[in-house]
């Protein structure tokens, strides 16, 4: 199975997408609101960091599904238009496909690690729920941990986040 470089991606695509199923059903069976990152609420404090950890596992193995796969593409046709030249013969050996694959598991970690560092978890919170997870729960209750934005993401009419979300979505969306 690991005798080439699009095999040792396909490999990498499936870890992904078996990590991604499993965090969908996670969300599904504990999450109050499996739409909005921003209605997470619980009780229990490590209960709200497990929520988050979730969300961001989502986002990290689906955008890594979805590089590994353009790079599988890119990886095949590469292999194939230049099997004569030197310096591309090695493409189709496992060590490009794992190289390959950790570099997208590291960028997709810094990205996910960037964007999971835009919450801040309150204790006794002061202000309501969006109204967005109004169709999921009470948006006037007052849970004991919720989550908000932290001021570097809520700053300037929220800027950074609508930066990293345009990036994001250009990036990996769109694929």
């Not at 490590?46 to 890119?74: N, P």
């Not at 169709?135 to 609508?162: G, K």
């Amino acid at each position: 199975m690991r005798t080439s470089s699009t095999n040792v991606l396909m490999i990498g695509i499936a870890i992904s997408d078996i990590c991604t199923m499993l965090t969908t059903i996670y969300k599904h069976k504990q999450l109050v609101d499996i739409e909005n990152p921003e209605c997470v609420t619980s009780t229990l404090k490590y209960k709200i960091y497990m929520d988050l950890v979730a969300w961001s596992f989502h986002d990290h193995f689906r955008r890594c599904s979805s590089w590994m796969g353009v790079l599988m593409a890119t990886v095949r046709l590469v292999i194939m238009k230049k099997t004569t030249a030197n310096r591309h013969q090695n493409w189709s050996k496992p060590p490009i496909g794992y190289c390959l694959t950790a570099l997208v598991f590291c960028v997709s970690a810094i990205l996910s690690s960037f964007y999971s560092s835009r919450f801040l978890i309150v204790e006794n919170r002061t202000f309501s729920l969006p109204i967005n997870c109004a169709e999921y729960q009470d948006v006037t209750s007052r849970p004991p941990y919720s989550v908000m934005l932290t001021p570097l993401f809520s700053f300037d009419n929220m800027i950074v986040l609508r930066v990293y979300v345009m990036f994001d979505a250009i990036v990996t969306k769109v694929i």
